[in-house]
């Protein structure tokens, strides 16, 4: 019997890269998945939308629905729980993926840059959990995944890449940095009431499509920073299956601190196990 079966889930940010493979691969395992983007049409020249997302999930035999919402937009992200629990029902899980960067040198990051940052890193993930935490505590039951990012801690030097690079993140890093610290603290509330909260962070970059675009050229000089999505995929499923708490922790970390196998996002299929490593080829152009 597939693991999430009888389960409701939310994903935000699922039109496409994580977000959508993480939906996929919760539909795979037989729960009824609620994607959620900022609309359902195309996202500017990035291939995939909400409502792909949402009929490539049909296609294979699951139960999905699109909503959107800006989630920048705090009247837009009010009710967000409450429609999608319109759709199939009362959430067991949710899973805060969506993010926003805006890459600059921490000296010159502007106060509307890290305004609109903050409402989407950490804000909205804050926003959201208190809007489905009173129906998870009623039941006893619910899973809260935050997507975090490496960025939250500065990096070791020598740097891996350039200090550009490193420097161009802060910013972006230290609302990641703000939602790991609520996400400790929510942690330890609400576990003695059947509800589990963590951060899941990759190793570096997870080699969608869309990183490729932007981040290509570092898993090229750098591939031990990189992984297939089908990692960071397998380890959302054992954040939103089992009981862990409060755990701020990466993809490969935490597949091999439980010796989970990689599945393909089908969920047909072993590809590997905490190393399997990135087809840089076959994403990279």
């Known amino acids: 019997m597939p693991s999430l079966d009888g389960r409701i889930a939310l994903v935000t940010g699922a039109s496409r890269g994580i977000g959508r493979a993480i939906a996929r691969r919760l539909a795979a395992e037989g729960a009824t998945v609620v994607l959620s983007a900022s609309r359902p049409g195309a996202h500017g020249d990035l291939a995939g939308t909400l409502d792909d997302a949402v009929e490539e999930i049909r296609a294979s035999g699951g139960r999905a629905a699109g909503v959107t919402a800006n989630l920048a937009d705090e009247s837009e992200r009010a009710d967000l729980v409450a429609r999608a629990e319109a759709a199939f029902g009362p959430l067991d899980i949710l899973i805060n993926n969506a993010a926003m960067g805006k890459w600059g040198?921490?000296?010159?990051?502007?106060?509307?840059?890290?305004r609109r940052m903050l409402e989407v890193n950490l804000h909205a993930p804050v926003d959201l959990a208190q809007q489905a935490l009173p129906g998870m505590r009623e039941r006893?039951?619910?899973w809260i995944l935050n997507i975090g990012s490496d960025s939250s801690r500065q990096p070791d030097v020598p740097y891996r890449d350039t200090p550009e690079a490193a420097h161009v993140?802060?910013?972006?890093?230290?609302?990641?940095a703000a939602l790991n610290r609520y996400t400790e603290g929510l942690a330890a509330e609400v576990a003695p009431e059947g509800v589990f909260v963590n951060v899941l962070a990759p190793v570096s970059i997870v080699l969608t499509q869309e990183a490729a675009r932007f981040v290509g050229h570092i898993a090229k000089n750098h591939p031990d920073m990189a992984e297939p999505v089908e990692v960071m995929v397998e380890a959302a499923l054992e954040l939103v299956s089992e009981r862990h708490v409060g755990r701020i922790v990466y993809s490969r970390e935490i597949l091999h601190n439980v010796a989970r196998p990689v599945r393909s996002l089908d969920g047909k299929k072993v590809l590997g196990d905490a190393f399997l490593p990135a087809d840089l080829e076959a994403v990279i152009a």
Do not use: H, N
């Open 140 to 142: 006893g039951r619910g």
């Open 105 to 114: 040198l921490p000296s010159q990051s502007t106060l509307a840059d890290r």
């Open 169 to 176: 993140i802060v910013a972006y890093g230290s609302t990641k």
